[in-house]
């Protein structure tokens, strides 16, 4: 399995960004794909689930209304849209299955770093 995020940059308060997942070894469609922050000195956090369907399932109170999360079932990717973004969004940002399934061994990551 293979989990390839990227990216991320540094952006001013208020800014976009959108990352990518590429993932590899596992039957993609199957599962509903999380993406996860972990800012300094925080714990690795579940922050929106997109399901098998295309609809996210779940969104972390922080992120609701500004992050936006896509699959691309064919491509196996899966793209989270930031908007209206905001210095505590700053972190490393990885993508993987949800967490109640069961998770794989993380990839890399993506750094996102918001400030002015």
């Known amino acids: 399995v293979q989990l390839v995020e990227s990216g991320g940059g540094s952006v001013q308060p208020g800014g976009s960004l959108r990352l990518s997942c590429a993932v590899s070894g596992f039957p993609f469609s199957r599962y509903a794909i999380s993406w996860f922050r972990q800012g300094p000195g925080t714990e690795r956090e579940d922050i929106l689930t997109?399901?098998?369907?295309?609809?996210?399932?779940a969104y972390a109170d922080s992120v609701r209304g500004r992050f936006i999360a896509s699959r691309d079932d064919d491509k196996d990717t899966v793209t989270l849209e930031m908007n209206s973004l905001k210095p505590e969004d700053t972190g490393k940002y990885y993508c993987n299955r949800a967490r109640v399934i069961g998770l794989f061994p993380w990839g890399q990551g993506t750094q996102v770093t918001v400030s002015s």
């Open positions: 997109i399901g098998t369907h295309g609809s996210a399932i």
